[in-house]
Nanobody
Framework: QVQFVESGGGLVQPGGSLRLACTAS????????MGWYRQAPGNQRELVAR???????SYADSVKGRFTISRDNAKNTVYLQMNSLKPEDTAVYYC?????????WGQGTQVTVSS
């Protein structure tokens, strides 16, 4: 069984920044594509950003230019740098492979953007 552990969330004011980190319970970072997802109350979980083994990245339109995904395979860690945060970024953030596997979901980390 593989699980991801997300960290780095918190309460931040609009315009602020946070850096999320995700580690795996075992080395699965040879997987070609890793993604960050989020789920806001009442909404479906959505893909926010993804990165492949060659570090090619893609982003949801809603976060393009504000969020940056990166990975460090040697540390089994994927990061999400979030800048210029908006209240609509409030959600629980998760990482997973892409396409996501249901049995890999961790607890996520809560991000709340509010003044």
């Amino acid at each position: 069984q593989v699980q991801f552990v997300e960290s780095g969330g918190g309460l931040v004011q609009p315009g602020g920044s946070l850096r999320l980190a995700c580690t795996a319970s075992r080395n699965i970072f040879s997987n070609p594509v890793m993604g960050w997802y989020r789920q806001a109350p009442g909404n479906q979980r959505e893909l926010v950003a993804r990165i492949n083994i060659g570090r090619f990245t893609s982003y949801a339109d809603s976060v393009k230019g504000r969020f940056t995904i990166s990975r460090d395979n040697a540390k089994n860690t994927v990061y999400l740098q979030m800048n210029s945060l908006k209240p609509e970024d409030t959600a629980v953030y998760y990482c997973n492979i892409h396409p996501a596997r249901g049995d890999y979901w961790g607890q996520g980390t809560q991000v709340t953007v509010s003044s």
